[in-house]
C-alpha cells in the first residue's frame, strides 16, 4: 500500500498543478467563439441550449482560433435519415478553392441510413476520418484513403452521439461513445482551425469543449494560413 501511495503522488501533484483542462466552445446560449465562413446567417441557431444547423446551405462554420494539440469533446445528433455532417479538425477555415468545405481533416458524422439511403458500404457511418480537399494523411484502417472506424458505435436518427477526438502532432484518435475506433497518422497539416459543418439536412451540437495540450515541433509549413 506505501508503494503504490508513492507510485501516485507525482500524478496527483501534476494533477494540482497544470492548467491543463477542458474549455466550453459552445455556452449554450449563443454562437461566442464562432465564425460564420460561408453558410447563410439562420443556418447556425440556439436554442434550449442547443446549437441547431439547418444544414442549408452547404458550408462551414469555424472556430475563431486555431488550435495544434488537443482534446476535443463533442455531442451531435441527426434530425434526419440519412444525415450529413461532420467536424474538421486543422483545417484553412474557409472554402477549399471554389468548394464550400475546407482543407482539414474531417471527422465524418453520418447518420445511420445514409449507407442504404445512397446504396454505399456501412464503412462510411462508423465515424469514418479522411484528409478533405487532397489534404495528405495515412488511415490506420484504410478504405481507399479514408480510415474507417472499426466497430460500429454510432446511434440512428435522433440519438445522441458522443465523440472524443485525440489530435497530437498530426496523428488522430477517434472514441465514438466511449471507445476508440479510429485514427490516421502522418496529416501534412497540424495547426488549424475547428469547423462545423452544414451539409443538407438538420443536425443538433450540445457539449463541445476542448483540452489544449502542450506545442509540439510544427514548422510553418504545417500550420494553416491564418484567416482574417
Not at 67 to 89: P, Q
Not at 136 to 164: A, F, H, I
Not at 184 to 206: D, N, Q, T, V
Request: some cysteine; charged content about 25%.
Amino acid at each position: 500500500m506505501k508503494l503504490l501511495i508513492l507510485l501516485l503522488v507525482p500524478f496527483c501533484v501534476l494533477a494540482e498543478t497544470s492548467d491543463l483542462s477542458f474549455k466550453e466552445l459552445f455556452n449554450g446560449k449563443d454562437l461566442s467563439g464562432w465564425v460564420n465562413v460561408n453558410t447563410a446567417e439562420d443556418t447556425w441557431s440556439v436554442k434550449d441550449g442547443l446549437l441547431i444547423c439547418s444544414g442549408k446551405p452547404i458550408g462551414v462554420m469555424r472556430s475563431d482560433k486555431q488550435y495544434e494539440n488537443f482534446i476535443l469533446e463533442i455531442e451531435w445528433r441527426h434530425m434526419k435519415a440519412g444525415g450529413n455532417s461532420g467536424v474538421f479538425i486543422w483545417s484553412e477555415g474557409k472554402g477549399y478553392k471554389n468548394k464550400p468545405l475546407p482543407k482539414g481533416v474531417e471527422v465524418q458524422m453520418l447518420e445511420l441510413q445514409w449507407s442504404k439511403i445512397h446504396k454505399r458500404t456501412d464503412a462510411y457511418v462508423s465515424g469514418e476520418l479522411f484528409g478533405s480537399m487532397g489534404l495528405k494523411t495515412v488511415p490506420d484502417n484504410p478504405r481507399g484513403t479514408r480510415s474507417m472506424g472499426l466497430e460500429m458505435r454510432c446511434k440512428g436518427v435522433g440519438e445522441w452521439n458522443r465523440y472524443t477526438v485525440v489530435a497530437v502532432d498530426g496523428v488522430v484518435k477517434l472514441a465514438i461513445n466511449g471507445k476508440f475506433v479510429n485514427g490516421l497518422s502522418h496529416c501534412e497539416i497540424k495547426k488549424g482551425y475547428l469547423c462545423l459543418e452544414a451539409e443538407g439536412s438538420e443536425i443538433h451540437f450540445r457539449k463541445i469543449r476542448i483540452m489544449e495540450l502542450e506545442p509540439g515541433i510544427t514548422q510553418e509549413e504545417q500550420k494553416a494560413p491564418k484567416v482574417n
